[in-house]
């Protein structure tokens, strides 16, 4: 079950299917269990014939600098500053490990999996600090435990993923079904 992408999942399927040349691109996916329900922001399967590579994104667009806000559960994220942080940082971590399950379960012949977390504005890129410190070992923690590539696409990182979608746009007109990449066409072929 898939609900409807909001403008940022939009942009990051955008990028998977015009940068990365992902085949499938899929918003909020849902997994079929009742309960502890998972959903994947963004999947994207790029297969060349010969590997198959599975992308699952988790995508926050709060312009503000601030992921969530809430009070965690665990003391595990404790050392990386105020309750919001450690709930973002819970959060993330929670959302991350039911994505590699479900993409496990639902994707298990993949060759590779890939997993992301984007975001525009992430407080205390600028100078460094506790929220992206957090993410950094997540980030981590996540990769040797699944042993699985997992990556930030935060603040610079995102605005150069992004600008390479404007590149890619710039004098194309044609269209590919993607609204995010159409989105950014037009904005590319008015200046």
């Not at 992902?22 to 997994?31: I, K, L, T």
Request: overall charge negative.
């Amino acid at each position: 079950m898939t609900a409807n992408p909001q403008w940022g999942e939009l942009l990051v399927g955008a990028y998977h299917q015009r940068v990365t040349d992902c085949d499938v691109v899929s918003y909020n996916h849902r997994s079929d269990e009742q309960g502890d329900q998972m959903e994947a922001d963004v999947i994207g399967i790029k297969s060349d014939g010969q590997t198959q590579t599975v992308y699952t994104c988790e995508v926050v667009t709060h312009l503000d600098g601030k992921l969530y806000s809430g009070t965690p559960d665990t003391d595990r994220w404790e050392e990386y500053g105020n309750t919001d942080y450690q709930y973002s940082l819970e959060k993330l971590w929670t959302k991350f490990k039911n994505d590699h399950q479900y993409v496990n379960d639902v994707f298990g012949n993949a060759d590779k999996y890939v997993f992301q977390f984007w975001s525009p504005v992430v407080t205390g890129w600028q100078r460094g600090g506790k929220l992206i410190d957090g993410l950094n070992q997540l980030e981590s923690d996540f990769m040797r435990e699944t042993e699985c590539d997992f990556e930030l696409v935060i603040n610079q990182d995102y605005s150069e993923r992004i600008s390479q979608l404007e590149d890619e746009a710039e004098g194309d007109t044609s269209d590919y079904g993607s609204p995010g990449f159409r989105f950014i066409q037009i904005l590319e072929n008015l200046k």
